[in-house]
């Protein structure tokens, strides 16, 4: 028992100093001991993810930190994902997440740092870059159906491409695939009601926060 | 049958009455909100609480909370300052605000045409000019054409003029058609050292690149160097912008006017130091103190704005933030104030009564010198 908690400690703080090598060993060990994968991921992985989060959100993990922890979290996920299958367990959480900045705007650090942040709470995130054509984020919703579109826009001239994004979903009758996120300097809850998006990041902590939110219904 | 009047009764009332008014103020993204003054008084005290617990600084006194509760609760639309207080007001973008189509005035006026406006209609007390293209690495194949401008507006005008450009560290990157592979391209490939090491080239570029159009603005005659939006693409462009500060004030007569991008340098990444100060994760006082150290004249902090918070509460934050920078830097402070920063409203066009209040909520507690 005690091996197992030493084990959860491990998977733990080895996420929070963003050690891959040593989160593989650990979900490694976890299996040994026949210590349940669900519970590895969520009191092992995802406590250290939260205690990253937590101190990224306070200023004292920064974007290079968020994203090596996030590489540590797939590391581990890799090792105990197969097992959960191969036991028909629900991993609880995760999702596919299409995100990108829209036509006409090049800004990409925010983006970016909500994409490390939703990768590290264990969503799959399929970033499309910048400047993405309103068609490309249809055509790409309709391929891969993701549970959540994230549209990101850093000024007021280019967050009028996120209204017409969720438009363009809706004349090609794909506006029910997906949840659709936005976020970005200029938008606001009330731009995000005004276009009918069903969700507004304010930043990367509380685009994860609700983005989980989304996946649970 | 008689009358008998409760005085005590009516004096309840009244005070009921009061304790239930409303006023009229924002929220952060711009919607006209009522508040009572207890829900105001409480935003004021929040925000101020949650600028210390972030940035380690201390909270607005009661007695700033009372007063930046009276201009909030002012009866006009506008509020002013007294008499002797007035402050140094000044304006990046150079004259983009007139003349940008996008979403500022459209007026088809010529650059030295701005200068004259903003001196001698608007009333500013310094001017800048600037590139359409508004970053420094897009200046340098037109830094003639612009150092021509900056000769003409010169003989124009007496206000200081400055030249303006960000520092916009994320032109040197191939993304966005620089010679540098993009660092955030390499993190998603877990290449973090490949990361930083760009960074570090880029930031080398972007030095050299803002010393080159300094020293040509200065045989123009320019007043300052404006470095507006520093930082925005985290510690890399921080470290760059420092250290063009400490060449620019070695190599020339300007001024450097320094205009962060955000409260807090992003760590992109997170092993840059200066002068034995780790930049990833600073605040606008420690932004400051360093700006100072570099050479810099004036400094600009900025306070993001949350939308999902009231107006009350954004500016408590702000001014605990700004009141910290007073006393940790010696050098003039011009506070960045406008779309969502320093307190003011995410709207396009920042309404008057938040700005006029912000305003002078700035000037009275947090001892600025410009804005």
């Given at each position: 028992m005690s091996l197992q908690l030493d084990i959860l400690d491990q998977l733990s703080n080895s996420v929070i100093e963003g050690n891959s090598e040593a989160v593989r060993r650990a979900a490694t060990e976890a299996l040994k001991t026949n210590l349940d994968p669900l519970e590895a991921i969520e009191n092992g992985?995802?406590?250290?993810?939260?205690?990253?989060?937590?101190?990224?959100?306070?200023?004292?993990?920064?974007?290079?930190?968020?994203?090596m922890s996030g590489e540590a979290m797939k590391a581990g996920l890799q090792v105990l994902k197969?097992?959960?299958?191969?036991?028909?367990?629900?991993?609880?959480?995760?999702?596919?997440?299409?995100?990108?900045?829209?036509?006409?705007?090049?800004?990409?650090?925010?983006?970016?740092?909500?994409?490390?942040?939703?990768?590290?709470?264990?969503?799959?995130?399929?970033?499309?870059?910048?400047?993405?054509?309103?068609?490309v984020f249809v055509e790409k919703t309709k391929e891969i159906k993701p549970h959540i579109l994230g549209l990101s826009a850093l000024m007021t001239t280019t967050r009028t491409k996120q209204k017409d994004v969720i438009e363009a979903l809706k004349r090609s009758e794909l506006r029910d695939v997906a949840k659709v996120m936005v976020g970005g300097a200029t938008v606001t809850p009330e731009w995000a009601e005004e276009i009918g998006a069903d969700a507004y990041g304010e930043d990367a902590v509380d685009a994860a926060r609700k983005a989980k939110n989304l996946i649970k219904g | 049958m008689s009358f008998s009047w409760n005085r005590n009764a009516l004096t309840l009332s009244v005070k009921e009455v009061k304790r239930r008014l409303e006023y009229v103020t924002r929220s952060g993204s711009g919607v006209i909100i009522k508040m009572s003054k207890e829900q105001i008084s409480a935003d004021l005290e929040a925000g101020s609480k949650d600028a210390a617990e972030r940035g380690h600084?201390?909270?607005?006194?009661?007695?700033?909370?009372?007063?930046?509760?009276?201009?909030?609760?002012?009866?006009?639309?506008?509020?002013?300052?007294?008499?002797?207080?007035?402050?140094?007001?000044?304006?990046?973008?150079?004259?983009?605000?007139?003349?940008?189509?996008?979403?500022?005035?459209?007026?088809?006026?010529?650059?030295?045409?701005?200068?004259?406006?903003?001196?001698?209609?608007?009333?500013?007390?310094?001017?800048?000019?600037?590139h359409a293209d508004y970053s420094f690495k897009p200046c340098k194949p037109?830094?003639?054409?612009?150092?021509?401008?900056?000769?003409?507006?010169?003989?124009?005008?007496?206000?200081?003029?400055?030249?303006?450009?960000?520092?916009?560290?994320?032109?040197?990157?191939?993304?966005?058609?620089?010679?540098?592979?993009?660092?955030?391209?390499?993190?998603?490939?877990?290449?973090?050292?490949?990361?930083?090491?760009?960074?570090?080239?880029?930031?080398?570029?972007?030095?050299?690149?803002?010393?080159?159009?300094?020293?040509?603005?200065?045989?123009?005659?320019?007043?300052?160097?404006?470095?507006?939006?520093t930082a925005a693409a985290g510690d890399a462009e921080f470290y760059a912008?420092?250290?063009?500060?400490?060449?620019?004030?070695?190599?020339?007569?300007?001024?450097?006017?320094?205009?962060?991008?955000?409260?807090?340098?992003?760590?992109?990444?997170?092993?840059?130091?200066?002068?034995?100060?780790?930049?990833?994760?600073?605040?606008?006082?420690?932004?400051?103190?360093?700006?100072?150290?570099a050479g810099a004249s004036i400094f600009g902090p900025v306070v993001n704005t949350r939308t999902t918070k009231s107006f009350p509460w954004n500016l408590g934050r702000a001014l605990a933030f700004i009141k910290a920078v007073s006393k940790a830097v010696q050098i003039p402070i011009h506070v960045n104030m406008g779309m969502g920063v320093?307190?003011?409203?995410?709207?396009?066009?920042?309404?008057?009564?938040?700005?006029?209040?912000?305003?002078k909520a700035m000037i009275t507690i947090a001892d600025i010198d410009g804005i």
């Open positions: 992985l995802a406590k250290g993810l939260k205690e990253v989060g937590g101190r990224f959100e306070r200023g004292e993990m920064f974007l290079m930190q968020l994203i197969p097992e959960i299958l191969k036991q028909k367990k629900q991993l609880t959480g995760s999702g596919t997440v299409l995100i990108g900045t829209v036509e006409g705007d090049i800004h990409d650090i925010g983006k970016s740092v909500v994409s490390a942040m939703l990768t590290a709470e264990g969503f799959d995130v399929i970033d499309l870059g910048v400047d993405v054509p309103d068609q | 600084v201390p909270e607005l006194t009661t007695d700033e909370l009372d007063c930046v509760l009276d201009i909030m609760v002012e009866p006009t639309k506008i509020v002013g300052i007294e008499r002797g207080k007035e402050i140094v007001l000044s304006r990046d973008g150079g004259v983009l605000k007139y003349t940008g189509c996008t979403r500022y005035a459209g007026a088809p006026i010529s650059k030295e045409q701005g200068v004259i406006v903003g001196e001698r209609i608007i009333g500013l007390d310094t001017m800048e000019l600037g037109i830094a003639f054409d612009e150092a021509h401008h900056m000769e003409n507006a010169q003989m124009l005008s007496v206000i200081p003029l400055f030249y303006g450009a960000m520092p916009n560290l994320g032109t040197y990157y191939q993304s966005l058609g620089g010679r540098w592979p993009t660092p955030t391209e390499l993190l998603k490939e877990g290449k973090i050292k490949e990361s930083r090491e760009v960074q570090e080239r880029a930031a080398e570029d972007l030095i050299r690149d803002i010393v080159y159009i300094a020293k040509i603005m200065d045989q123009s005659g320019a007043d300052g160097l404006n470095m507006d939006t912008s420092l250290k063009a500060i400490e060449q620019v004030k070695k190599e020339t007569n300007l001024a450097v006017e320094v205009g962060m991008a955000g409260e807090m340098i992003l760590g992109m990444h997170c092993e840059l130091e200066y002068q034995g100060k780790r930049l990833a994760g600073l605040w606008p006082h420690e932004q400051g103190n360093l700006i100072e150290k320093c307190g003011i409203p995410m709207t396009e066009i920042p309404p008057v009564d938040a700005v006029t209040r912000a305003a």
